[in-house]
Nanobody, 121 residues
Framework: QVQVVESGGGLVQNGGSLRLSCAAS????????MGWHRQAPGKERELVAV???????NYADSMKDRFTISRDNAKNTLYLQMNSLKPEDTAVYYC???????????????WGQGTPVTVSS
């Protein structure tokens, strides 16, 4: 059973920093990509950043100068370093993992339960 668990969210002041973590475990043969999405109150979920298995990363334009995605392949853990946080970054941050459960098999998508980030003004 694949599990995806986020951590690191919390309350931070305007201009502050937070580091989110996402650990994937259970029945994973290989990870195709890992990424962060967020959903603010009353808004649709949006992509924050994603990193493919080759190490290449893509960011949403509004976040690429402040957020950095990184990964520990040995631990199947993804990180999101968020700097210069703004009140509009307030949202629940979700981790998404694309995996194969066996070599050459189909790709499955798993989501974590989300970790809330609140930036006070």
């Amino acid at each position: 059973q694949v599990q995806v668990v986020e951590s690191g969210g919390g309350l931070v002041q305007n201009g502050g920093s937070l580091r989110l973590s996402c650990a994937a475990s259970g029945g994973i043969s290989s990870i195709v990509a890992m990424g962060w999405h967020r959903q603010a109150p009353g808004k649709e979920r949006e992509l924050v950043a994603v990193q493919s298995s080759d190490g290449s990363s893509n960011y949403a334009d509004s976040m690429k100068d402040r957020f950095t995605i990184s990964r520990d392949n040995a631990k199947n853990t993804l990180y999101l370093q968020m700097n210069s946080l703004k009140p509009e970054d307030t949202a629940v941050y979700y981790c998404n993992v694309l995996i194969r459960t066996h070599v050459g098999g189909p790709v499955y998508s798993y989501w974590g339960q989300g970790t809330p980030v609140t930036v006070s003004s």
